[in-house]
């Protein structure tokens, strides 16, 4: 079990203006922001970070969305970050997800549900560098 983990604002949230209340509830939850940029990734970079939904149905319909607008990029740190995270942003489906989690709060559907969270220690690591240098984290 690792102590970092990477998440991504999505752009419905930004566009709703929940950055403030979700960073509010990393916070409280007792993650510490090791790094954090606002960025806008394009449609090409978004497939490179979705890579592994490449032959998935709804791969396209996740890049075009996930370069629509800006989005938080944020490594956090925790024991468990990985485990913990999930946790706190609870399930992919807004619906589904258990109340107080962020996606339950802030998401809107299976697509836009408001923040990314890794799903494994080593995704976690592959993600973080792929949005920072070794010179933005600290």
């Not at 996740?62 to 999930?86: D, H, Q, W, Y």
């Amino acid at each position: 079990m690792g102590n970092r983990t990477f998440t991504m604002i999505k752009p419905d949230a930004v566009r709703a203006g929940n950055i403030g209340n979700i960073l509010q509830m990393i916070n409280a939850a007792g993650f510490r922001i090791v790094a954090m940029k606002l960025t806008q990734m394009t449609k090409e970079r978004a497939g490179q970070f979705y890579a592994v939904h490449r032959e998935r149905p709804f791969y396209d319909e996740l890049c075009t969305f996930m370069s629509s607008g800006p989005i938080v990029a944020a490594i956090l740190e925790k024991e468990n970050a990985v485990e913990e995270f999930r946790k706190l942003i609870g399930a992919t489906d807004p619906a589904k997800a258990e109340p107080g989690t962020v996606r339950q709060r802030y998401g809107t559907n299976v697509g836009e549900n408001a923040v990314h969270g890794s799903d494994s220690d080593e995704n976690a690591a592959i993600e973080a560098a792929f949005h920072f240098s070794g010179m933005e984290i600290y």
